[in-house]
């Protein structure tokens, strides 16, 4: 005990034997006041991104197809939506949105990635962890799932945001493919699409200053586990005791916790797919329309828990040093959030990314609903022999195969530098032939042309025909892969290629999904 001074000595002395007591007490004390003193550095979003599917649908074209059944639809068949393609979910979206986010940022730098859904795949086999697989990240960060309603992104965010307190610098992505019943509202209204953020506390473009947050058992949307599509209650009651209700509750909560006036505002981001009811908050919170972002539901509809993150992905595309931003999410409740842009946001504005107004401009018409049916598995399709026949999947080999899969790893040789796919002992390259001198290197990052294609009819494909390339990567590498986003009379030999994380096969006897790397031409 004598090594023991000040307050510890004395509390040392009056536990008598009990010193080890002493010293947990200490350590968990000081252990506190460092987490404290953390906490009142500068936290917030360090990068971000999104992503927006190829296809759009005009609602017209639903409503024209089932609007004689329910002709009330027709207030809601203004607009196009995005559609994922038959090959995407919301893990692969959250992944391209990662990558968007991620650039030229070190992999091994990220300590966690949290996935935030109401439509994700798996109920038991983690989300999350198939994202941070696909983005090369350490196998030691934090993985987590968000769901149950859709502000499930901002609740991801907000953890993450936490995590930055402590030091942590956390990847968080919101992405949503929901299904909806053919010739409802929600089908003409849901579009899919993703955003990411990275958190920390170095290098902040958007500073976090606050939130409040309400919970609330308000019973608009459910669906149980073993169902596809959302229950709602009437519309009207979900917009006035619902978003009409909620939000401004939220907003109250927080300007009054930070002393603010809307006016303090350059953007105001609420997660409100309903025009009617939009307009009734803008009036209860004391805000303007020109302080209001883009909700973006006539170009990509509502992309549910991804709508919050989605909008402030575009609202920081166009921020400016100094701008306070308010985002507010709703969904069992709402989150609010409160941001205000530093210096570091005209740098980051010029990264490489493609972000919101990227995607937006990059888009494909989907005119044939039936098209649509089918990339939603909603309708079934005689797939003659080759369509039926799925092999088992080998759960050890995909274990063992490891990033090669789901990363794209391949090697690179230690003497030449020569890279190539899948990870060989021996260097391909004629002139080395090196053995057992490799190096792992990631494929699904890099840029490349194809080198040949053809187009395959008698191969089964959801949207065929199907189309195959050999891509020549721009440092070396030659890999034969599937092409989407795309169709066979576009393609041309040496057009430039990326890489993109997508659906390879389902095989629902066995509960699962094969994921892997296509290519996708680069629009012009």
Same mark, same amino acid.
């Given at each position: 005990m004598g090594s023991l001074k000040g307050p510890s000595r004395i509390l040392a002395a009056s536990l008598g034997s009990r010193t080890s007591d002493v010293f947990r007490f200490c350590a968990g004390f000081y252990s506190r006041i460092k987490y404290i003193k953390r906490r009142g550095t500068m *936290?917030?979003?360090?990068?971000?991104?999104?992503?927006?599917?190829w296809y759009r649908m005009n609602r017209t074209i639903i409503f024209e197809q089932l609007g004689w059944f329910n002709p009330a639809t027709a207030s809601v068949a203004r607009g196009e939506k995005a559609?994922?393609?038959?090959?995407?979910?919301?893990?692969?979206?959250?992944?391209?949105?990662?990558?968007?986010?991620?650039?030229?940022?070190?992999?091994?730098?990220?300590?966690?990635?949290?996935?935030?859904?109401?439509?994700?795949?798996?109920?038991?086999?983690?989300?999350?962890?198939?994202?941070?697989?696909?983005?090369?990240?350490?196998?030691?960060?934090?993985?987590?799932?968000?769901?149950?309603?859709?502000?499930?992104?901002?609740?991801?965010?907000l953890s993450a945001l936490d995590a930055a307190g402590a030091g942590n610098r956390t990847?968080?992505?919101?992405?949503?493919?929901?299904?909806?019943?053919?010739?409802?509202?929600?089908?003409?209204?849901?579009?899919?699409?993703?955003?990411?953020? &990275?958190?920390?506390?170095?290098?902040v473009l958007a500073h976090f200053k606050g939130s409040f947050s309400v919970s609330s058992d308000f019973?608009?949307?459910?669906?149980?586990?073993?169902?596809?599509?959302?229950?709602?209650?009437?519309?009207?009651?979900?917009?006035?005791?619902?978003?009409?209700?909620?939000?401004?509750?939220?907003?109250?909560? &927080?300007?009054?916790?930070?002393?603010?006036?809307?006016?303090?505002?350059?953007?105001?981001i609420l997660a409100c797919p309903v025009a009617g009811?939009?307009?009734?908050?803008?009036?209860?919170?004391?805000?303007?329309?020109?302080?209001?972002?883009?909700?973006?539901?006539?170009?990509?509809g509502d992309t549910g828990a991804a709508l919050p993150l989605m909008m402030l992905a575009a609202a920081l595309e166009d921020a400016k040093e100094g701008d306070k931003i308010l985002v507010v999410s709703y969904g069992s409740g709402s989150d609010a959030l409160y941001f205000e842009v530093t210096d570091?946001?005209?740098?980051?504005?010029?990264?490489?990314?493609?972000?919101?107004?990227?995607?937006?401009?990059?888009r494909k018409d989907l005119s044939v609903y039936g098209k649509y049916l089918v990339f939603r598995n909603l309708i079934p399709l005689e797939v003659g022999i080759r369509g039926e026949e799925i092999s088992p999947t080998a759960m050890s080999a995909v274990g063992r195969d490891g990033n090669a899969i789901s990363a794209l790893v391949g090697s690179r040789c230690g003497a030449c530098g020569t890279p190539q796919y899948p990870k060989q002992r021996i260097?391909?390259?004629?002139?080395?032939?090196a053995v057992d001198d490799m190096e792992d290197y990631r494929f699904s990052d890099k840029k490349g042309v194809l080198a040949s294609y053809t187009g395959d009819n008698l191969a089964f494909s959801w949207d065929p025909p199907q189309i195959y390339g050999l891509v020549d990567f721009e440092d070396g590498g030659r890999i034969l892969l599937d092409l989407t986003?795309?169709?066979?009379?576009?393609?041309?030999?040496?057009?430039? *290629?990326i890489m993109s994380f997508r659906k390879k096969y389902a095989d629902p006897q066995r509960g699962y999904y094969g994921y892997f790397w296509k290519a996708v031409p680069v629009k012009q």
């Amino acid at each position: 005990m004598g090594s023991l001074k000040g307050p510890s000595r004395i509390l040392a002395a009056s536990l008598g034997s009990r010193t080890s007591d002493v010293f947990r007490f200490c350590a968990g004390f000081y252990s506190r006041i460092k987490y404290i003193k953390r906490r009142g550095t500068m *936290v917030g979003i360090t990068s971000y991104g999104a992503y927006i599917p190829w296809y759009r649908m005009n609602r017209t074209i639903i409503f024209e197809q089932l609007g004689w059944f329910n002709p009330a639809t027709a207030s809601v068949a203004r607009g196009e939506k995005a559609v994922a393609n038959y090959d995407e979910d919301s893990i692969t979206m959250a992944v391209a949105a990662a990558l968007d986010c991620l650039g030229e940022i070190s992999r091994g730098s990220v300590d966690g990635l949290y996935l935030g859904s109401t439509s994700i795949p798996f109920a038991q086999r983690q989300n999350a962890a198939i994202v941070s697989q696909g983005l090369d990240l350490p196998s030691g960060v934090r993985t987590a799932d968000f769901g149950g309603s859709t502000k499930a992104g901002t609740s991801a965010l907000l953890s993450a945001l936490d995590a930055a307190g402590a030091g942590n610098r956390t990847m968080v992505c919101a992405s949503e493919n929901r299904l909806a019943k053919p010739g409802s509202s929600q089908e003409h209204t849901y579009g899919d699409g993703a955003a990411a953020f &990275l958190t920390g506390n170095e290098n902040v473009l958007a500073h976090f200053k606050g939130s409040f947050s309400v919970s609330s058992d308000f019973i608009d949307f459910r669906r149980i586990q073993e169902e596809k599509f959302c229950h709602g209650w009437e519309e009207r009651w979900i917009r006035d005791a619902g978003y009409s209700r909620i939000i401004p509750e939220a907003v109250a909560g &927080l300007t009054n916790r930070y002393d603010l006036k809307m006016s303090d505002f350059a953007k105001i981001i609420l997660a409100c797919p309903v025009a009617g009811a939009m307009k009734g908050l803008i009036k209860s919170i004391g805000a303007t329309p020109e302080q209001m972002q883009d909700t973006m539901i006539a170009q990509v509809g509502d992309t549910g828990a991804a709508l919050p993150l989605m909008m402030l992905a575009a609202a920081l595309e166009d921020a400016k040093e100094g701008d306070k931003i308010l985002v507010v999410s709703y969904g069992s409740g709402s989150d609010a959030l409160y941001f205000e842009v530093t210096d570091k946001i005209g740098e980051a504005q010029k990264g490489g990314r493609k972000g919101i107004s990227g995607y937006l401009a990059e888009r494909k018409d989907l005119s044939v609903y039936g098209k649509y049916l089918v990339f939603r598995n909603l309708i079934p399709l005689e797939v003659g022999i080759r369509g039926e026949e799925i092999s088992p999947t080998a759960m050890s080999a995909v274990g063992r195969d490891g990033n090669a899969i789901s990363a794209l790893v391949g090697s690179r040789c230690g003497a030449c530098g020569t890279p190539q796919y899948p990870k060989q002992r021996i260097c391909v390259n004629p002139d080395c032939g090196a053995v057992d001198d490799m190096e792992d290197y990631r494929f699904s990052d890099k840029k490349g042309v194809l080198a040949s294609y053809t187009g395959d009819n008698l191969a089964f494909s959801w949207d065929p025909p199907q189309i195959y390339g050999l891509v020549d990567f721009e440092d070396g590498g030659r890999i034969l892969l599937d092409l989407t986003d795309c169709s066979l009379d576009s393609v041309k030999v040496k057009m430039p *290629v990326i890489m993109s994380f997508r659906k390879k096969y389902a095989d629902p006897q066995r509960g699962y999904y094969g994921y892997f790397w296509k290519a996708v031409p680069v629009k012009q």
